[in-house]
């Protein structure tokens, strides 16, 4: 029998699921003019917490540097944030290794 | 099933109006608070499978009122950037074989973004484009959407 070449034993890269995605630590951080520059800046630094309590797949509401709730869907998480904080503008991410992108469209002027 | 069918002129792709509103919870919102809900924005629309989330110029976004729900990143040339999340209400007008204005979502996520062109302020992108049935017809100039 013909021995097999063990190419990895361990691998550090994680699997990259298919669609539009990035790894949650290549996130770009908030930029200045950005309305949700503070919440951004909290998520990015909360996921991995997050993650690691085992909240992968729920939404978490964001509203300044405060952690309000963790909602088990988008539409829950909006809802509880508009009630609370009806005049604001409030970030409701979702809580996932692999975070969801925009893919950008040949029709956007980027430089603007 | 609402179908709009209709021409398009040159060599741009596709056309065609919409109404973007605020979103169905906002309106109940503002209406229970005795607010007053602004009246939806008639804007253009291309169809646009280059993109995975329909897209706002921020222009509508501001005269709107929208308030962000969050930010999500995109890659460009430029490197990875985030862009503003805001929930819309869309729809058709009652134009090209629609007799009533047909609310394709009460609430829908879309990308608020700058750089689209003024003639042309919303990206109706393949969020949307997966609920439809969209024949274009090349030759003729035409296009039938079903939704």
Do not use: N
């Given at each position: 029998m013909a021995a097999h070449r063990v190419l990895h034993t361990k691998t550090t890269i994680p699997f990259r699921p298919l669609g539009s995605v990035i790894h949650y630590s290549e996130l770009a951080p908030a930029t200045?003019?950005?309305?949700l520059a503070e919440e951004w800046e909290t998520f990015r630094r909360e996921l991995p917490e997050l993650l690691a309590k085992g909240f992968a797949g729920k939404h978490v509401l964001i509203v300044g540097s405060e952690i309000v709730v963790i909602a088990d869907t988008f539409v829950e998480a909006v809802a509880e944030g508009r009630r609370r904080f009806p005049d604001r503008p409030i970030a409701v991410p979702l809580i996932a290794e692999w975070q969801p992108m925009i893919r950008p469209s040949g029709g956007i002027r980027w430089a603007a | 099933m609402g179908r709009v069918s209709m021409p398009y002129a040159g060599d741009d792709g596709p056309q065609f109006p919409v109404l973007i509103g605020l979103d169905g919870d906002r309106v109940t919102a503002l209406v229970d608070a005795g607010g007053v809900v602004p009246p939806p924005v008639f804007a253009t629309a291309t169809f646009d499978t280059g993109t995975n989330i329909s897209v706002l110029s921020r222009e509508i976004a501001a005269r709107l009122g929208l308030l962000p729900v969050g930010q999500r990143s995109s890659q460009t040339a430029g490197g990875v950037v985030a862009a503003s999340l805001d929930l819309v209400g869309f729809g058709l007008p009652p134009m090209f074989g629609l007799t009533e204005t047909a609310i394709l979502e009460e609430r829908l996520l879309v990308a608020v973004l700058p750089g689209l062109p003024d003639d042309a302020p919303v990206l109706f992108g393949m969020d949307l484009l997966n609920r439809c049935l969209l024949t274009i017809n090349g030759p003729a100039r035409s296009f039938a959407h079903e939704f």
């Open positions: 200045t003019d950005s309305t | -």
